[in-house]
């Protein structure tokens, strides 16, 4: 009896002993042994917005990767472990491969597009997501002065991680008002093609201004929406935008925000200024207290400084578009006819509109977003955050400085520091 219990025991001392032992051979090589990282591909993959595909692209957050840096000053957390559970909130997110997990601002991208700029928009989604959506999900509302195709919905809607919206704009939205002479505007166009004015004999671009300057917010889709982010066919994205710029707006109370300011060219606006000062005067309670006639006007408002942010990208408050403030600037400017009899640009509209009926607090320059329209960039100063953002910008082309950028008026205005070396 008591042989075999000493034998029983013995069995069981052989089986734990193996047993630990493959234990430890197990973990120790779990601990060594590199995961296969997932595919970038695999990720995005996975980041359709339903969430079968969001618990997907937590499985490929790969733990054994590099370790996350936390910040500038702490490069050197390079050669330590990685935390166990990167935080959102002190790790630099574009390095993190899962769906964002912080709350979303009610936003979307816009994009007013023709069915044959598909490839050309198609280049800008790509840039958009791979820098920044595909870990956010935002949705994307397209809209066109005729109904999209097939092959635009499918081309686009395939590369979008959240929901894509078509939409038509409704025909008042994008002709001629019946206030204005069309005589009157055929001439001008056949005076600007004859002065080589660009876009200055094409009555679609008028209509795009006028729609992109008064109308877009108003589109059935876009009500459902408080920010808006406009893209537009074949631009660049340099940078890896880690934080929300949506939540940015909302949380810091943000109502427009550029990357680029440039002068106008005089010749499509020679009365623009005159139609504002107009505005100030007929509704002097739009006018903000704290407003941006510095940066418009170098003389208290008497002439405008053709400075404005380019509209080609923007990220701004629809809920600030749909104001009476705002209504209102862009009727009293519809009524006296200048996108027809000149060719105002939404870019001027926009930004006079964003000066004056705006405080200064309520303007943003988003530096972290590196991006190109044809033929400017803007690229990053600080090395360290090109670096950080995984920029591939060439610093040199940054327009921000150029005696054609306004930006650095933008700073002077702001009370914000120049880059050592620019005046
Ligand atoms: N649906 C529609 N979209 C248009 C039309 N004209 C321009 N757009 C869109 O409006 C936006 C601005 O037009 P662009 O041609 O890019 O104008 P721009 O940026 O001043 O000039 P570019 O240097 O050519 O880029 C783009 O998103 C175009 O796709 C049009 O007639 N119909
Ligand atoms: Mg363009």
């Known amino acids: 009896m008591l042989a075999g219990s000493n034998a029983r025991i013995l069995r069981y001392i052989v089986v734990a002993s193996i047993t630990l032992m493959l234990f430890y051979l197990f973990n120790s090589h779990h601990d060594t042994l590199p995961r296969p990282v997932p595919a970038p591909d695999q990720a995005r993959a996975g980041s359709?917005?339903?969430?079968?595909?969001?618990?997907?692209?937590?499985?490929?957050?790969?733990?054994?990767?590099?370790?996350?840096?936390?910040?500038?000053?702490?490069?050197?957390?390079?050669?330590?472990?990685?935390?166990a559970s990167p935080s959102m909130k002190d790790a630099p997110s574009s390095m993190l491969d899962g769906t964002d997990p912080g709350p979303r601002a009610n936003a979307t991208f816009v994009t007013l597009a023709r069915n044959a700029d598909v490839w050309d928009i198609a280049r800008s989604i790509r840039q958009v997501e791979d820098r920044f959506n595909r870990r956010f999900n935002y949705d994307w509302v397209f809209l066109n002065d005729k109904p999209f195709d097939e092959n635009f919905r499918n081309i686009t809607s395939a590369l979008v991680s959240g929901t894509a919206r078509f939409g038509q704009i409704p025909i008042e939205h994008w002709s001629v008002p019946d206030w204005i002479d069309e005589d009157k505007a055929k001439k001008v166009r056949e005076d600007m093609k004859e002065r080589?004015?660009?876009?200055?004999?094409?009555t679609s671009y008028r209509h795009m201004c006028r729609f992109e300057s008064g109308f877009f917010f108003q589109h059935p889709i876009m009500q459902n929406y408080d920010f808006y982010w406009r893209v537009e066919p074949s631009i660049e994205l340099f940078c890896d935008i880690p934080r929300d710029?949506?939540?940015?707006?909302?949380?810091?109370?943000?109502?427009y925000s550029f990357t680029i300011s440039l002068l106008e060219y005089v010749d499509t606006i020679p009365t623009l200024w005159d139609s504002t000062r107009k505005f100030m005067e007929n509704y002097p309670q739009?006018?903000?207290?704290?407003?941006?006639?510095?940066?418009?006007?170098?003389?208290?408002?008497?002439?405008y400084s053709?400075?404005?942010?380019?509209?080609?990208?923007?990220?701004?408050?629809?809920?600030?578009?749909?104001?009476?403030?705002?209504?209102d600037f862009f009727n009293s400017l519809d009524q006296d006819g200048g996108f027809f009899y000149e060719r105002w640009g939404d870019a001027p509209v926009h930004s006079i509109a964003a000066g004056i009926l705006l405080n200064k607090t309520e303007?943003?320059?988003?530096?972290?977003?590196?991006?190109?329209?044809?033929p400017f960039t803007h690229c990053p100063n600080d090395a360290q955050s090109r670096i950080d953002l995984k920029c591939h910008c060439n610093p040199k082309d940054n327009f921000d400085w150029s005696r054609y950028s306004c930006t650095a008026r933008y700073f002077e205005m702001m009370g914000l520091q120049k880059p050592d070396g620019v005046d």
């Not at 739009?286 to 003389?299: C, G, K, P, Q």
């Not at 400075?307 to 809920?319: A, K, Q, R, V, Y």
């Not at 303007?363 to 044809?374: C, K, N, Q």
Request: net charge negative; charged share 25%.
């Open 48 to 83: 359709q917005p339903n969430p079968q595909n969001v618990a997907a692209v937590d499985r490929n957050v790969d733990s054994t990767q590099k370790p996350i840096p936390v910040d500038r000053d702490r490069q050197d957390a390079e050669s330590s472990k990685p935390p």
């Open 196 to 202: 080589r004015i660009i876009y200055g004999d094409s």
């Open 245 to 255: 710029p949506f939540r940015f707006m909302k949380e810091n109370a943000k109502k």
């Open 286 to 303: 739009h006018v903000a207290t704290d407003n941006s006639m510095e940066f418009l006007s170098d003389d208290g408002g008497q002439t």
């Open 306 to 327: 053709m400075c404005h942010f380019w509209s080609n990208f923007e990220i701004g408050s629809l809920e600030w578009m749909r104001s009476d403030a705002y209504v």
């Open 363 to 374: 303007l943003h320059f988003f530096d972290e977003i590196a991006y190109f329209h044809m």
